[in-house]
């Protein structure tokens, strides 16, 4: 058939058309010719042809629903049998039936694609309305089924019944009930049972089935247990039915109730297959039942089934997390009798589990004379993994340099396994183990001693140990052999991967290396590998925190004019760097040109602009971004809310603040204590001290405990507000929650007692700032004022003896009075 598509070139397709008979209707067409036009559509479609292409327009006429199917199941890929099948249902006097559909749907439900495969079903049932056989719809919902869509199983196929397009019979509503179960829709199911009997259908175990899958997903195995004690009944019980319940148990943590449903199943002559067995035992494990997990490991045994090494691996593990190392070694002798040759994993288990090594010995005794060298090896790696698990490196290296014939340069007693066979020479992994271990001890030149002993003796090391030993050295600063061990891995023919290339990206980004950080790039550009974005973003941060914000800016161009896409998060830390060297127009230009070439900026972003456009007295422009953030469909963080609220506060915007305040709550933003200091700061610098109480109230009714910066601000504020007596209150407040105030706090209580001409007071005051230790200094602003109010108390002969006291204890600095 092929070669007669290759011998009927286009150019003969007239002749063909003219010379050869056919009818559209499926019993009068000739079968030679159907497959020579499905050969070429699929010739044509597979090569991505224009589907209004004059060659098509000549095959249009004979496309059949025969042929469409033909066509669609040699398809290299659904989007080019979406292709073929939508220029299909275009064509005159062409209507798809119930199996080109299912083809198509086949297809989609194949390669996951779960929105086409709703599309083509809404397509089917308004568009072009399509006829179905019950078997077909039946296929069409295993489709659906498979992808998880069981309510749409679901509406397609009341749409297909209530249309008339269908009528389901048994089989169908089967399918229904399996596609369902998938989702445990319980209510649909019982709605579909209860149509099936007023159909007066007999409920089968094909019906049942799914019912009992879907009860078991659910977690109802109340009702679960109902319908398999049915099933029993009726003798439908198999291996799949009893299967799903016991599998259901395990998962649900139920051991006992799926270990005894595997019994009965034995009683009634049913039996697991070997993958139930497996997902069972490892069920068991996970929930630390190892009783049950192994006596259904010696049932899987007895049953015929040889384990797979994952299953020894999983029971071996948790028996020696258990320390339970001699039942362990046990279950190990029994993989010899099944031939299942231990890995590097089960003999590290084994290893670490045991506290002295003695199973060590065990396991070379036990090693087969086939298998001695590569067995013996797995062992010796498996003990140097546990040395340099427990951070035993002496140990590690010691018994590496014996393996390979060398003397180590201390006395470090080793196990007595060495005694029981020969040291067999190491293998690659040998020296990973320990080249590994010495790297993340920080012992970077033990490593690269031991990197070129393997170079010696065991040839040419894995990309792997060369990526780790560049990590370490770039982790290090030692930017010059990293690129050394580069340029001779390329040299030995091993293609560094994107961790190799990083790593010294990394190294060049930590230095500031701005010039070489982008020749790098051009490097990984070249080799096709990405830039990972933690490092660009670590450079734009260290130019930035060293007043260096343009230059980043600049690599930052650079890398777009490589081809690599910075995140939002170096592009913040740029406009962030801008802004701390007062370049805030700057900083908004970058943000537009970040907006205007697609990218979409975060709330961090936008609160880092904000702030520098507050900073800066642009506060109606940062009240801009905020609509802005919000149209956006963004939504503010109280870091937003906060920010505006300051400034306004600070320009005497008090009721606009105010206003945001009642916002935060509108849209369920909480505020937080910084918020509120902020609020009572600037209703105390409004002189409005009763508002600022109120909020404060309102910070603890509603949970937000006050810090010290909060107490220490309405203390302040109260007493600019001539309220010195409220705020000794909250001084003592804020004492007794083992909060200390600064020294401005109690120079603005004594200034304000003063001014209300209560010298007591302001003296009680006085004394307590001088007991703890707040005195301020001569350079201190509060200095003047402190002395001030000595003088008036020295003069006062209700404090003046009082003054004399501190004197003569020594409290108060003499020389600066």
């Not at 996951?112 to 399509?130: E, G, I, N, V």
């Not at 080799?527 to 930052?556: M, P, Q, Y």
């Not at 592009?571 to 990218?599: E, P, T």
Request: aromatic share 8%; with cysteine.
């Amino acid at each position: 058939m092929a070669l007669r598509g290759e011998k009927l070139k286009v150019g003969h397709l007239w002749w063909v058309l003219t010379k050869v008979p056919y009818s559209t209707q499926n019993g009068n067409r000739n079968k030679e010719f159907d497959g020579w036009v499905a050969d070429t559509l699929v010739s044509v479609f597979s090569k991505k042809g224009n589907s209004e292409s004059d060659e098509l327009k000549r095959l249009a006429p004979m496309v059949s629903p025969q042929i469409v199917e033909w066509v669609l199941k040699r398809l290299p890929n659904w989007k080019v049998a979406q292709s073929f099948f939508e220029w299909a249902s275009k064509q005159h006097e062409y209507r798809h039936t119930c199996y080109t559909y299912n083809a198509m749907a086949s297809i989609l439900s194949l390669s996951q694609q779960t929105s086409h495969l709703k599309s083509m079903a809404k397509h089917l049932t308004d568009s072009t309305p399509c006829s179905f056989t019950p078997s077909a719809l039946a296929f069409l919902l295993r489709c659906f089924a498979s992808l998880g869509l069981s309510l749409d199983a679901h509406l397609l196929f009341d749409a297909l019944r209530l249309k008339g397009l269908c009528l389901p019979d048994h089989y169908c509503y089967n399918c229904l009930l399996e596609a369902l179960s998938k989702s445990s829709l319980l209510h649909l199911i019982h709605l579909r049972l209860e149509e099936m009997k007023s159909f007066g259908w007999e409920l089968d175990k094909f019906t049942f089935t799914p019912v009992l899958h879907a009860y078991c997903k659910a977690r109802r195995f109340d009702l679960a247990l109902k319908v398999y004690n049915h099933m029993r009944e009726k003798g439908w019980l198999d291996a799949r039915v009893s299967t799903i319940l016991a599998l259901s148990f395990s998962k649900c943590g139920h051991v006992d109730s799926a270990f005894h449903l595997v019994e009965s199943m034995e009683s009634h002559g049913l039996s697991l297959n070997e993958k139930t067995f497996c997902v069972l035992i490892h069920g068991f494990v996970k929930e630390s039942r190892l009783d049950r997990a192994l006596q259904l490991f010696d049932k899987m045994s007895r049953a015929g089934f040889t384990p797979p090494l994952s299953l020894f691996d999983v029971v071996i593990g948790e028996l020696c997390r258990n320390n339970d190392v001699h039942t362990a070694f046990t279950l190990l002798l029994k993989m010899k009798e099944f031939r299942v040759v231990p890995d590097f994993g089960i003999f590290t288990k084994l290893i670490s589990a045991s506290p002295d090594r003695s199973v060590i010995a065990k396991l070379v005794e036990e090693v087969p004379q086939d298998q001695e060298e590569r067995t013996l090896v797995l062992i010796y790696n498996a003990v140097l993994t546990c040395y340099v698990s427990d951070g035993l490196m002496d140990e590690a290296c010691h018994l590496l340099r014996m393996m390979i014939g060398r003397k180590s340069s201390g006395d470090v007693p080793m196990d007595a396994f060495l005694k029981v066979k020969r040291l067999v020479f190491p293998n690659a992994a040998s020296f990973s183990i320990v080249i590994n271990g010495h790297l993340k001890n920080g012992q970077l030149d033990l490593a690269l001693s031991l990197f070129n002993d393997m170079k010696q003796f065991v040839g040419k090391p894995t990309v792997l140990i060369y990526n780790n030993l560049i990590n370490g050295l770039c982790d290090s600063d030692r930017l010059e052999e990293g690129r050394n061990l580069l340029r001779e891995m390329t040299e030995s023919g091993l293609e560094p991967t994107h961790f190799t290339y990083n790593s010294i990206y990394g190294c060049l980004c930590k230095r500031k290396d701005v010039l070489g950080a982008i020749d790098m790039l051009k490097v990984m550009r070249g080799c096709g590998h990405e830039a990972w974005i933690k490092n660009s973003t670590l450079l734009v941060k260290e130019l930035c925190d060293h007043g260096r914000a343009v230059e980043a800016c600049n690599f930052l161009d650079s890398v777009v004019q490589l081809g690599f896409l910075p995140d939002i998060v170096s592009y913040s830390a740029a406009m962030g760097g801008l802004i701390k060297i007062q370049k805030v127009d700057r900083a908004l230009n970058l943000f537009r040109d970040l907006c205007s070439r697609g990218h979409c900026p975060d709330v961090v972003a936008f609160n880092i602009l904000m702030r520098g456009l507050c900073k800066a007295n642009r506060v109606a422009e940062a009240e801009n971004l905020l609509d802005e953030i919000v149209a956006k469909g963004l939504t503010p963080s109280v870091v937003t809310y906060n920010q505006l609220i300051d400034s306004w506060c600070k320009n005497g915007s008090i009721d606009k603040a105010m206003a945001l305040l009642s916002r935060m709550s509108e849209e369920d933003r909480e505020p937080n204590v910084i918020t509120y200091s902020t609020l009572v700061d600037g209703l105390c610098r409004a002189e409005r001290p009763d508002d600022a109480l109120l909020v404060w109230n309102e910070m603890e009714r509603k949970g937000c405990s006050p810090n010290r910066i909060a107490f220490m601000a309405l203390i302040y504020g109260l007493c600019k507000c001539c309220r010195p007596m409220t705020a000794l209150r909250y001084l003592h407040e804020m004492e007794l929650k083992e909060m200390k105030a600064d020294t401005f706090v109690y120079t603005a209580l004594l200034s304000a007692f003063l001014s209300d001409k209560d010298i007591t007071s302001a003296f009680e005051i006085f004394k307590e700032m001088v007991y703890a230790g707040y005195f301020p200094e001569s350079h201190d602003k509060n200095y003047s004022t402190v002395i001030d109010a000595v003088d008036k108390f020295s003069k006062d002969r209700r404090t003046s003896s009082g003054i004399q006291v501190l004197m003569e204890e020594g409290k108060l600095p003499t020389h600066r009075l």
